[in-house]
């Protein structure tokens, strides 16, 4: 089975206005942690938030947000108030604990374009 | 704090031959990890580097190798080069390699073309 699952290939959305960005893990480790990462055209993959398995609250850093819902194995990402430059590839990720030596693992991304 | 930096950032080789790429983590970070990553198979993990021995492996083959220095400066080799090793090869540099809230900082990649 696929640790880290993104749906969605492509999606659109129009500048100013919020969007979701499905993610969803696969783990039997009660000890992990989510993250986001945006990769530019330029080809960085560039650190946007995490969420730990034990956090009791939704990470939020800006205008990004974690839905994190545990149970259904989600970590959605939030992007409010789209921006032009934020039209990128995006991708999860997860990390498990100690016992699995640490790797991680990504999804296959999410193009996300903004359309002014 | 300087990023990670990774050099050459472009290389073009061609097939049979060998390569070295070269991976400077962030000041005090001492894991290293890279990535392949194609338009086919996405982001690959190779391999993990943590004071100077590999800790995990992914699933490629022998001619990826790598090693990791006391500066915690790390190499990547890829020996007689395939058409398929054209790929984005990314470093990311962590603190430390145990917990799970460490996140990973990315270098700009080198793009490698083999023809």
């Known amino acids: 089975a696929q640790k880290i699952t993104q749906t969605q290939p492509g999606m659109f959305v129009q500048e100013k206005e919020a969007v979701t960005l499905d993610c969803t893990y696969d783990?039997?480790?009660?000890?992990?942690?989510l993250f986001w990462y945006k990769q530019p055209s330029s080809g960085e993959m560039i650190f946007l938030i995490y969420?730990?398995?034990?956090?009791?609250q939704n990470a939020t850093e800006g205008r990004y947000s974690l839905n994190f819902q545990k149970a259904r194995k989600s970590a959605n990402l939030v992007i409010s108030a789209s921006q032009l430059g934020d039209s990128a590839m995006y991708f999860c990720?997860?990390?498990?604990?100690?016992?699995?030596?640490?790797?991680?693992?990504f999804g296959t991304g999410t193009s996300l374009t903004v359309i002014p | 704090k300087a990023g990670v930096t990774q050099t050459p950032r472009y290389l073009i080789k061609t097939r049979g031959q060998q390569v070295t790429l070269s991976c400077s983590p962030i000041s005090g970070h001492r894991s290293v990890s890279w990535y392949q990553q194609t338009p086919g198979q996405g982001l690959q993990f190779l391999f993990e580097y943590f004071s100077e021995t590999q800790r995990n492996k992914g699933n490629f083959p022998g001619r990826f190798s790598g090693r990791q220095f006391s500066n915690s400066r790390s190499e990547m080799n890829v020996s007689t080069l395939e058409l398929g090793d054209s790929a984005l090869y990314l470093c990311a540099s962590r603190m430390l390699a145990g917990g799970s809230y460490n996140e990973q900082f990315f270098g700009p990649g080198t793009r490698l073309t083999v023809l």
């Open positions: 783990t039997s480790d009660p000890s992990y942690g």
């Open positions: 990720a997860m990390r498990e604990g100690l016992r699995t030596g640490n790797q991680f693992y």
């Open positions: 969420q730990g398995s034990y956090d009791q």
